[in-house]
């Protein structure tokens, strides 16, 4: 039994959608969650820049003492090198694995579509772990950046029709190869995708599974978790948030992305310091 807190990091609040997920599956742990509010977006950045504040973001959320790091974010995920993560203190875990994972158990076809940050894209990161798991698998990847400022101001599942319709006609345009190719798996890789994930079926048709990679990586996280010993004993556990940017709007987006917020406001960090 370790009660040491899980650490979450994400480049913003959209890796709430991943704390959401570890909530429900893991109701007894303590998370600690850094959001880098203050300079996200890191999907349309360089390699160097991102694996400069993951670095930084790992050793802010080992200062607070936490038993296991899950990068929830997709372009985090697909930037910070495994040999890196390997040599951290405590278990490491990105997104990209679990999604891949999870897809190659879906697809029958072996047909798979990857939708991601410019950043997640360009770095192949999905296709060179799903070509290990599917030998044959045809792989059709395409970078959606529009879709982040989509959700983050509210066009997501269940917003009023007419703004339904903006993003409806941003989906029809970024994902009309990706259905020409005839998937049957696509991977929403990216933390703010799970919250257009009605749409994006609609649009993909009833025989394409989707894969929500902060839910796969929940599951991996709670099995590490378990194999190592290291579950929590107590009967609820609490989440504390940390922004580096101003809170002021914080409560408002954690709602979006968390679905469930139950209190508790973030705290201002200087990520500079790390
Ligand atoms: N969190 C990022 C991801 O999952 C999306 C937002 C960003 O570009 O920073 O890739």
Redesign the pocket.
């Known amino acids: 039994m370790d009660n040491r807190p899980i650490g979450v990091f ?3 609040l ?2 709430l959608t991943g704390v959401r997920e570890l909530r429900k599956r893991l109701p007894s742990e303590n998370i600690v969650y850094f959001g880098d509010t203050g300079r ?5 950045r360089s390699h160097e820049t991102i694996l400069q504040y993951a670095r930084q973001d790992i050793a802010f959320l080992l200062s607070r003492n936490v038993k296991c790091i899950m990068a929830a ?3 985090v995920s697909s930037t910070y090198p495994p040999e890196e993560a390997a040599k951290l203190p405590v278990p490491y875990m990105g997104v990209v694995s679990s999604a891949a994972r999870r897809a190659a158990r879906a697809t029958r076809s072996r047909k798979i579509g990857v939708i ?2 410019s950043a ?1 894209i360009r770095s192949h990161s999905y296709e060179l772990t799903l070509r290990r798991l599917v030998p044959g698998a045809e792989i059709t990847a395409k970078a959606c950046p529009l879709f ?1 400022s989509l959700v983050e101001n509210g066009y997501v599942d269940g917003a009023p029709p007419q703004m339904q319709q903006v993003t409806r006609l941003v989906i029809g345009q970024y994902l009309e190869e990706v259905r020409a190719a005839g998937i049957d798996t696509l991977i929403l890789g ?3 995708y799970p919250l257009l994930a009605g749409m994006i079926g609609e649009y993909m048709g009833p025989a394409v599974t989707l894969i929500d990679p902060g839910r796969a990586a929940a599951d991996d996280l709670d099995q590490l978790l378990a194999g190592k010993g290291l579950r929590a004993s107590r009967e609820r556990g609490r989440t504390r948030f940390y922004v580096s940017d101003v809170p002021d709007s914080f409560i408002h987006t954690a709602d979006l992305f968390l679905g469930e917020y139950r209190g508790g406001t973030a705290e201002q960090i200087c990520i500079d310091q790390y």
Do not use: I, L
């Open positions: 994400d480049s913003g959209g890796g996200v977006p890191y999907g349309s974010c997709g372009t991601g940050t997640t982040v990216c933390t703010h």
